[in-house]
């Protein structure tokens, strides 16, 4: 009579993940082994056990704990190097929406605090978000219900900023100098973070990403015409012409002491600049100028030279990168600043039209426009000394918080009407 062998569970699991060690196979019949590979899942009653089981073997294997361990080591390491980077903190704000809701879903099977410490996010940060996602509102700009979030703006400051944004006299204006403008003029209190929001929410965010200097922050001076700096750009009219505009600049103010339009490079015309400038605005003749230059020949010239060493004026020039370790960037910028905020956006086919245009553009600029690294002068204002009212626009600002308060907590929105 044939003899059937049994064969242990372990074996057939083995079998069926094509594990089995070869001192099996030898005896075990290979239409067995077939069965086994195709038989059903459910065909055992407790098939379910089986992969606890498997987890409880490896748990109680001495390297399980190693193993673990390095892995939990690598995963902390990865999400290290993740949340250090800016990239990966500004895609998780950008996509909060996403992640607050997958979060939410999935709570009932994860752990939130270890989740959000992988992330690098804080649980404030996190119920600030859940806040913002679970009370939108499509009456606020920023999608916030106004009585929970009553310090945002009011309507009618969002739609101030809106129409200043879009008004045909800003045209050429950075945000920062129409938000100074506003504080100034008493027509929107709220801080330069406030404006760029707003902008950003309303589409109208123009804003130019600066880029870091690269030797620091350069010259500054401590009081008006310690430093001028002297540079030439070139602009192309709509012919195809080219015309030069040479800019005279003072440091600490940002004003422009002298500018002239010319179709060549010439010595004589820097002179002129130079000579005009030094006439009208030195009056202290112990007054000692530094004038910074690059090395092009119309600014190291017999002419200058000349005019510069005379005893009638007091001014050392110094050459950027060689003389001094700076480059002329203060002034480079100040071309760029006209060429793309102002030129490029105006047409103009002569030199007599770019002269007319240049003299708008620099009246604009000295004049009526609040620059943000005057903090809130104009550069004439700069230039002459004049003191701005910092505590009055304090006082401003705290009132316009308290009003927008009391107006959002007694205006329901959407939500709270729901």
């Known amino acids: 009579m044939r003899q059937y062998n049994s064969y242990h569970t372990s074996i ?123 009370n939108k509102c499509t009456s606020s700009p920023i999608r916030l219900c106004r009585r929970i979030y009553s310090n945002q703006l009011t309507e009618n400051e969002a739609a101030k900023i809106k129409k200043m944004l879009t008004d045909q006299e800003f045209k050429y204006w950075p945000i920062n100098s129409i938000a100074y403008y506003a504080l100034r003029n008493n027509i929107v209190n709220a801080s330069l973070a406030s404006w760029y929001n707003y902008a950003k929410k309303l589409g109208l965010d123009k804003r130019r990403i600066p880029k870091k200097p690269k030797y620091g922050t350069g010259i500054r001076a401590s009081f008006p ?120 956006k105006q047409s103009f086919s002569n030199e007599k039209d770019l002269i007319k245009l240049m003299d708008w553009n620099v009246y604009d600029f000295h004049y009526r426009r609040p620059h943000h690294s005057l903090k809130g002068l104009t550069p004439y204002e700069a230039l002459t000394g004049v003191q701005l009212p910092k505590e009055e626009w304090k006082q401003q600002i705290e009132e316009a918080k308290r009003v927008r308060t009391i107006e959002n907590r007694n205006k329901p929105c959407e939500i709270c009407e729901s």
């Open 12 to 134: 057939k699991q083995l079998a069926r993940r094509n594990r089995l060690p070869k001192k099996y196979t030898v005896f075990i019949d290979r239409s067995t082994i077939w069965r086994w590979k195709n038989e059903c899942d459910d065909k055992y009653l407790g098939h379910e056990l089986s992969k606890i089981d498997i987890l409880e073997q490896f748990l109680d294997r001495k390297e399980s704990e190693t193993v673990i361990r390095t892995y939990l080591k690598l995963t902390t390491t990865i999400s290290k190097i993740l949340t250090e980077s800016l990239q990966f903190q500004k895609i998780i704000s950008e996509h909060k929406d996403k992640f607050v809701e997958s979060i939410l879903k999935y709570r009932k099977n994860i752990n939130l605090k270890l989740v959000l410490r992988l992330c690098n996010i804080s649980s404030s940060v996190f119920y600030y978000w859940k806040n913002q996602v679970l």
């Open 225 to 344: 015409h310690q430093y001028w700096h002297a540079d030439i750009t070139v602009v192309k009219c709509l012919t195809g012409m080219k015309y030069y505009v040479y800019l005279l600049m003072d440091n600490y103010s940002r004003f422009i002491l002298n500018y002239q339009v010319s179709d060549r490079v010439s010595a004589k015309i820097r002179l002129q600049s130079i000579r005009q400038a030094y006439d009208r605005y030195i009056k202290n003749p112990e007054q000692d100028v530094k004038l910074i230059v690059d090395g092009g020949v119309e600014n190291n010239n017999h002419e200058v030279e000349g005019y510069i060493n005379s005893e009638e004026v007091s001014i050392r020039k110094l050459i950027a990168g060689k003389e001094i370790r700076f480059s002329n960037s203060l002034v480079e910028a100040q071309n760029k600043l006209f060429k793309y905020h102002y030129l490029f």
